[in-house]
C-alpha cells in the first residue's frame, strides 16, 4: 500500500487533524483505519485517484463494507470519516464536490441504555469499609451517581474543582464544555470521608481520586473497582461507570419528568440524546400497567 497513489492526500489529510484540528491520537486513528480500509476497497475496484470517486462509488463501498460484516454503526463510522476527508479535498482544490454527501448509512437500531434500579443502587452504595480504598471507591460510586459523570469527568476531577460547602462538582465535559453540578448530599459525606484519608497516598498533584501510587486514578481502574463492587454487593448485572450514568439520568427523569433539567445535568449537547430516557421511562410505566390494568392482562376476554 506504500506506493498508493491514494495515500498521499490521506497522509496530508491526516497531517491536517493532527497539527490545524489537533485531534486525539484515538481520533486519528479511528480515521487513519476507516481511510486504510477504503483505500484498499478502491484499489479491487481499480480506482487510483480520489477524483474519479463520485456518488456511485461512494455507494459501491457502503455495499462492499456491509458485505464485509460491518455493523451500521461502524459503517456510519466509515462513512463520516470518508465524508470529513472529501470536505478537506474540496477546501484544498482537489475535487469540485464532495461525493459522499448525499450518501447515507443504514440506521443502526436503537439499543436502549441498560440501568440498575433504585434498590441495586442502594446496595452497591452500601460499602461501610474503613479501608481507605473502600472509602475512595464509595466516594467514585457516589459522586458518579450522585452527578451523572461521564467516566471521563470523573477521573479528571481535581480538588479544586470541588465546593463541598455548597455540594457542587465543576466538571469540563465534551467538546470543552464546563458545567457546574450539585453532587448530592451523601456523595459530599463521602468525598468528605475520602479526602480525610487522601494524603496517606501521597498525592503526586491535585487529582481529587488517586491509585496507590498517588497518582490519578485512570479510567480501567475506575472500571475495575467498579465491577468488583458490583460483584462483592451481590448485583447480578455487571457494573460499569457508564451504567450508574445511565441510572442517574433514568432515576431523575422518572422522578421528575423535567427532561430539560436532566439534559443540563447530563452535559448533552442535543435534546434528542436525553430522550432515549423517556423509552426507558415509558418502558417502566408500560410494564407497571400491563401488570395492574384489568383490561391489559394477557388471556383475559
Same mark, same amino acid.
Given at each position: 500500500?506504500?506506493d498508493n497513489p491514494l #495515500?498521499?492526500?490521506?497522509q496530508?489529510?491526516l497531517?491536517?487533524l493532527?497539527v490545524?484540528?489537533q485531534l486525539? =491520537?484515538?481520533t486519528l &486513528? ?8 477504503l483505500?484498499a476497497?478502491l ?8 477524483a474519479?470517486?463520485?456518488?456511485q462509488?461512494? #455507494?459501491?463501498?457502503v455495499? #462492499?463494507s ?8 461502524s459503517l ?5 470519516a470518508l465524508? *470529513?476527508f472529501f470536505?478537506?479535498?474540496? *477546501?484544498?482544490g482537489?475535487l469540485s464536490?464532495n461525493p459522499a454527501k448525499?450518501?447515507r448509512? =443504514?440506521k443502526?437500531?436503537? $439499543?436502549?441504555p ?6 441495586d443502587? *442502594? #446496595?452497591?452504595?452500601d460499602i461501610d469499609?474503613n479501608d481507605?480504598l473502600?472509602v475512595r471507591?464509595r466516594a467514585?460510586?457516589?459522586?458518579m451517581?450522585?452527578?451523572g459523570l461521564?467516566?471521563? &469527568?470523573l ?5 479544586k $474543582?470541588?465546593?463541598l460547602a455548597s455540594?457542587?462538582?465543576w466538571?469540563?465535559?465534551?467538546g *470543552?464544555? &464546563?458545567r ?6 451523601t456523595?459530599?459525606?463521602?468525598? &468528605?470521608r475520602w479526602?480525610g ?5 501521597g498525592p503526586?498533584?491535585d487529582?481529587l ?5 498517588g497518582r490519578r486514578i ?6 475495575k473497582?467498579?465491577?468488583e463492587w458490583?460483584i462483592l454487593?451481590?448485583?447480578n448485572?455487571?457494573?460499569h =461507570?457508564?451504567? !450508574?450514568?445511565h ?6 427523569l422518572?422522578?421528575s ?7 443540563? !445535568? !447530563?452535559? $448533552?449537547?442535543n ?7 423517556t ?6 410505566l408500560?410494564?407497571?400497567y400491563d401488570?395492574?390494568? =384489568?383490561?391489559a392482562?394477557?388471556?383475559k376476554?
Open positions: 500500500m506504500s #495515500r498521499p492526500p490521506v496530508a489529510f497531517r491536517h493532527k490545524e484540528r486525539s =491520537p484515538l &486513528e479511528n480515521y487513519r483505519r476507516q481511510l486504510d480500509m483505500m476497497m484499489a479491487e475496484m481499480k480506482i487510483s485517484d480520489w474519479r470517486c463520485d456518488a462509488t461512494v #455507494r459501491a463501498l455495499v #462492499r456491509r458485505r464485509g460484516g460491518l455493523q451500521a454503526a456510519a463510522l466509515r462513512l463520516s465524508r *470529513s470536505d478537506w479535498l474540496v *477546501s484544498q482537489a464536490a448525499g450518501v448509512a =443504514p443502526a437500531p436503537r $439499543h436502549l441498560k440501568n440498575i434500579d433504585v434498590d443502587v *442502594s #446496595r452497591l452504595l469499609i481507605p473502600a471507591d467514585m460510586l457516589e459522586v451517581y450522585g452527578a461521564r467516566l471521563s &469527568e477521573v479528571n476531577l481535581d480538588c $474543582h470541588l465546593d455540594g457542587e462538582a466538571v469540563m465535559g465534551k *470543552s464544555k &464546563e457546574r453540578l450539585p453532587v448530592g448530599r456523595a459530599v459525606i463521602w468525598t &468528605e479526602l484519608l487522601r494524603e496517606l497516598f503526586a498533584d487529582a481520586f488517586l491509585a496507590k501510587t485512570s479510567a480501567r481502574n475506575v472500571q473497582r467498579f465491577a458490583g454487593q451481590g448485583l448485572s455487571h457494573v =461507570p457508564h451504567k !450508574l450514568r441510572s442517574f439520568a433514568t432515576h431523575m422518572e422522578s419528568g423535567d427532561l430539560r433539567a436532566v439534559q443540563e !445535568l !447530563l452535559g $448533552h449537547a435534546l434528542s440524546t436525553t430522550q432515549i430516557y423509552h426507558l421511562d415509558f418502558q417502566h408500560a410494564s407497571v401488570a395492574a390494568h =384489568p383490561r392482562k394477557r388471556g376476554s
